[in-house]
Antibody, heavy 117, light 112 residues
Framework: EVQLLESGGNLVQPGGSLRLSCTAS????????MTWVRQAPGKGLEWVSA????????YYADSVKGRFTISRDNSKNTLYLQMNSLRAEDTAIYYC??????????WGQGTMVTVSS | DIVMTQTPLSSPVTLGQPASISCRSS???????????LSWLQQRPGQPPRLLIY???KRFSGVPDRFSGSGAGTDFTLKINRVEPEDVGLYYC?????????FGQGTKVEIK
């Protein structure tokens, strides 16, 4: 059974940093691309970033480019999202999801990030 | 960026009756590999999203056959054949043809 468990969400001040983790199990992690999607309170879904299974290709939404970094450690079956220079508009639930065939086939429960002073 | 526009944004439906959601993209979603990466996701209250339909019309594993997808190019539709209580929630179309991947605004399906 595929399981994705996000962690690392917290309350952080504007301009601060946070690293989210997504620990995967139930599938061969290194063979799957992975992605982060966020959802601001009461709002819709916004794609944030994606990474290939090998980690050698990464993609970002313009809203986070230059501030967020996606990475993975295939030896630990873990996906990361390093978030720097956080803004109030980054406040959201952050979900990780697998990019199998088809993409977005499995989702975690999400972790909440609140950016506020 | 490709803009995804859903209509309606709210759909009150009688149990057992059909429901339909439209999604229009600002440009063609046909990828250079010939596939159209248009998906539909369901988000029940308090839950993460769940994949329902991919590549326009393919039902994901475990999805009831009362859900169906259709369309081509820039116009797509999700149909629920007979709405059941567990179908209440938000429905999103999304495209993964071109970066940045984008979602529609979401359509709320509720029971009348």
């Amino acid at each position: 059974e595929v399981q994705l468990l996000e962690s690392g969400g917290n309350l952080v001040q504007p301009g601060g940093s946070l690293r989210l983790s997504c620990t995967a199990s139930g599938f061969t992690f290194s063979t799957y691309g992975m992605t982060w999607v966020r959802q601001a309170p009461g709002k819709g879904l916004e794609w944030v970033s994606a990474i290939a299974g090998s980690g050698d290709s990464t993609y970002y939404a313009d809203s986070v480019k230059g501030r967020f970094t996606i990475s993975r450690d295939n030896s630990k079956n873990t996906l990361y999202l390093q978030m720097n220079s956080l803004r109030a508009e980054d406040t959201a639930i952050y979900y990780c999801a697998t990019l199998g065939d088809p993409a977005f086939d499995f989702w975690g429960q999400g972790t909440m990030v609140t950016v506020s002073s | 960026d490709i803009v995804m526009t859903q209509t309606p944004l709210s759909s009150p439906v009688t149990l057992g009756q059909p429901a339909s959601i439209s999604c229009r993209s600002s440009q063609s979603l046909v990828h250079s590999d010939g596939n159209t990466y248009l998906s539909w996701l369901q988000q029940r209250p308090g839950q993460p999203p769940r994949l329902l339909i991919y590549k326009i019309s393919k039902r994901f594993s475990g999805v009831p056959d009362r859900f169906s997808g259709s369309g081509a190019g820039t116009d797509f539709t999700l149909k629920i054949n007979r709405v059941e209580p567990e179908d209440v929630g938000l429905y999103y179309c999304m495209q993964a043809t071109q970066f940045p991947w984008t979602f529609g605004q979401g359509t709320k399906v509720e029971i009348k």
